[in-house]
Structures are given as structure tokens and as C-alpha cells.
């Protein structure tokens, strides 16, 4: 298993002003450690990446588990009031230049969940999210930098590998619905839905993420 420093989300230098595709970079990364397909998992952007290189380069996909994934070219999506209620608070921190405030709301809207009260997830992962996340806002790269140009929203029925999609049961609906409905695209998908979890089980329950991961290439 391998995992990568996607550029600006860890220690890789976040490359502003400079040209680049997360696409390509994560090609590279399989230049690097295999020449046979492999399962690409992903979570959120991540998840965009992988079904993106599925869509581009199908020959390098064994197969897909994507946790409450980005879809390129997907509809915009119809807010639930929880979570434009936390949108908007978002907004505000942005335009006031506070990035304390920025992290204290992303936390509660991706770990806790937007209907949840704030701080339902306590340390470790409550710790390990805000000191991540702090990378990134610290990077400051806006999330159009970097994209593939890829709509794989049109094209998910040429992805013929096995794919398990899932998401938590308290993230927020239009993830939910989003990934229910990008199961039943997929002509090898299927949707599992994460109980008492919102937009990052990795964080909250490595173990049943690690099982759901196996039982995903058991499903192939």
C-alpha cells in the first residue's frame, strides 16, 4: 500500500504559479511503484483524482474505493440548511483573514458533521484533523488550482472496474445522495453507507475504513 503527499496538502510544496495536474502527479506516483493496475482509493478530492484517472487511464485501474468522493463535472450541489448555515460562517472567517476560525469550522462541518453538535469527535482524530488542515489553509491554494479538466460525471459508464462507493451517515445529504447516485452510475458500483461517521471515516474509524477497503477487492 502506498500513499502519497498530494501537492499542498502535506509536506510537497503546494506549487502555486506553477502548472500541474493531481491527474498526472498521482501517474507518476504509479510510474514509480507498479506497471500492473492498481486499486486507487480516494476520499473526497482524492476520490475525484482516482475516478478521474479511471476515466483517462482505465489500464491503470484494478479497481476504485472512493469514501464521500468528488466527481468532476458534477452538478452543483443543492446545499441542505445545516451545512449552508456553516457555508456562510465559512465565508465570513474568509473574507476576515481568519484561519484559526476557518479550521474550527471545517472541522465541525467535515469531522463532527453539519447537523452535528460541534466536538462530537474528540482526540486523537479531532487533533490530527486541525493540524492538517492548518497545512493546507496555511498553503492557502485555491481549490481550482490544479484541475484535471476531466468531466468524468459524463463519462462514469466507460469505468468498468469494480467500485465500492461509501459515505457517512452524518455528512452532508447532498454527499449522501451524491454517492448513492454515483454507485448506481458506475456499471460496477455499489453504495455503503458508514453509520455514526460523516465526511472522514479514515479519521474516526481506521479500522472499519481498513475492512471496507478489503472487502472492496473481495467485491471484484
Same mark, same amino acid.
Given at each position: 500500500?502506498?500513499a502519497y503527499d498530494r501537492r499542498g496538502f502535506g509536506?510537497? =510544496?503546494?506549487?502555486?504559479?506553477?502548472?500541474?495536474?493531481?491527474?498526472?502527479? #498521482?501517474?507518476? $506516483? &504509479?510510474?514509480? $511503484?507498479?506497471?500492473?493496475?492498481?486499486? %486507487?482509493?480516494?476520499?473526497?478530492?482524492?476520490?475525484?483524482?482516482?475516478?478521474?484517472? =479511471?476515466?483517462?487511464a482505465p489500464e491503470r485501474v484494478a479497481g476504485l474505493?472512493? &469514501?464521500?468522493?468528488?466527481?468532476?463535472?458534477?452538478?452543483?450541489p443543492e446545499l441542505g440548511a445545516d451545512t449552508a448555515?456553516?457555508?456562510?460562517?465559512?465565508?465570513? =472567517?474568509?473574507?476576515?483573514?481568519?484561519?484559526?476560525? #476557518?479550521?474550527?469550522?471545517?472541522?465541525? %462541518?467535515?469531522?463532527?458533521?453539519?447537523?452535528?453538535?460541534?466536538?462530537?469527535?474528540?482526540?486523537?482524530?479531532?487533533? #490530527?484533523?486541525?493540524? /492538517?488542515?492548518?497545512?493546507?489553509?496555511?498553503?492557502?491554494?485555491?481549490?481550482?488550482?490544479?484541475?484535471?479538466?476531466?468531466?468524468?460525471?459524463?463519462?462514469?459508464?466507460?469505468?468498468?472496474?469494480?467500485?465500492?462507493?461509501?459515505?457517512?451517515? #452524518?455528512?452532508?445529504? +447532498?454527499? =449522501?445522495?451524491?454517492?448513492?447516485?454515483?454507485?448506481?452510475?458506475?456499471?460496477?458500483?455499489?453504495?455503503?453507507? &458508514?453509520?455514526? /461517521?460523516?465526511?472522514?471515516?479514515?479519521?474516526?474509524?481506521?479500522?472499519?475504513?481498513?475492512? %471496507?477497503?478489503?472487502?472492496?477487492?473481495? +467485491?471484484?
Amino acid at each position: 500500500m502506498v500513499a502519497y503527499d498530494r501537492r499542498g496538502f502535506g509536506e510537497t =510544496a503546494p506549487s502555486v504559479g506553477e502548472e500541474f495536474s493531481p491527474v498526472e502527479d #498521482l501517474l507518476e $506516483v &504509479l510510474d514509480l $511503484v507498479t506497471n500492473a493496475p492498481a486499486w %486507487l482509493v480516494g476520499s473526497s478530492a482524492g476520490g475525484g483524482v482516482a475516478l478521474d484517472i =479511471a476515466v483517462t487511464a482505465p489500464e491503470r485501474v484494478a479497481g476504485l474505493g472512493l &469514501l464521500a468522493s468528488a466527481v468532476s463535472g458534477a452538478p452543483a450541489p443543492e446545499l441542505g440548511a445545516d451545512t449552508a448555515r456553516l457555508g456562510r460562517l465559512l465565508e465570513e =472567517a474568509m473574507e476576515a483573514g481568519d484561519l484559526d476560525e #476557518l479550521n474550527r469550522l471545517e472541522t465541525w %462541518l467535515w469531522l463532527d458533521g453539519p447537523a452535528q453538535p460541534e466536538g462530537r469527535v474528540g482526540d486523537p482524530a479531532r487533533s #490530527l484533523f486541525l493540524d /492538517m488542515n492548518r497545512i493546507i489553509l496555511a498553503n492557502g491554494v485555491p481549490e481550482e488550482v490544479g484541475a484535471s479538466g476531466v468531466d468524468a460525471w459524463s463519462q462514469l459508464d466507460c469505468v468498468q472496474v469494480a467500485a465500492t462507493v461509501a459515505s457517512g451517515a #452524518l455528512d452532508g445529504p +447532498f454527499v =449522501a445522495e451524491r454517492s448513492s447516485e454515483l454507485a448506481e452510475r458506475l456499471p460496477r458500483g455499489r453504495h455503503r453507507v &458508514l453509520h455514526g /461517521m460523516a465526511h472522514l471515516p479514515q479519521l474516526e474509524d481506521p479500522a472499519a475504513v481498513a475492512a %471496507l477497503v478489503v472487502d472492496a477487492v473481495d +467485491f471484484a
